[in-house]
């Protein structure tokens, strides 16, 4: 149901509500052709940390980067989205989330 969700558009709530949550900002680049926009995400706990395992690629090649906040929020603000979140319940870390067009929340 639409009512119990929160909808979030301020950076320093989405900051703190992936703080809350280990998790860090990503994009992941969905085309192959440059100039496409990237697709963004919020990564928790290891899966966070297993990009910088991994050997560089080349760009546009489909793969996760972690990013700073500036630069997420850059993106985040330029395709109009916000994070849809459930609300916060006591004692309960849920890190279900999606991003959508402001438009459209």
């Given at each position: 149901m639409a009512s119990e969700q929160q909808i979030l558009t301020d950076h320093e709530a989405i900051r703190n509500w992936a703080a809350a949550r280990m998790g860090v900002p990503a994009v992941v680049d969905s085309s192959a052709a440059s100039g496409v926009q990237p697709l963004l995400m919020i990564v928790f706990d290891q899966i966070a940390y297993q990009d910088q395992?991994?050997?560089?690629?080349?760009?546009?090649?489909?793969?996760r980067e972690l990013v700073e906040w500036d630069e997420w929020f850059?993106?985040?603000d330029q395709a109009q989205l916000a994070l849809v979140v459930p609300p916060?319940?006591?004692?309960?870390?849920?890190?279900?989330?999606?991003?959508?067009?402001?438009?459209?929340?």
């Open positions: 395992d991994r050997a560089e690629r080349p760009q546009n090649a489909g793969g850059d993106l985040f916060e319940r006591p004692g309960v870390r849920d890190s279900t989330h999606q991003l959508v067009r402001r438009d459209e929340a």
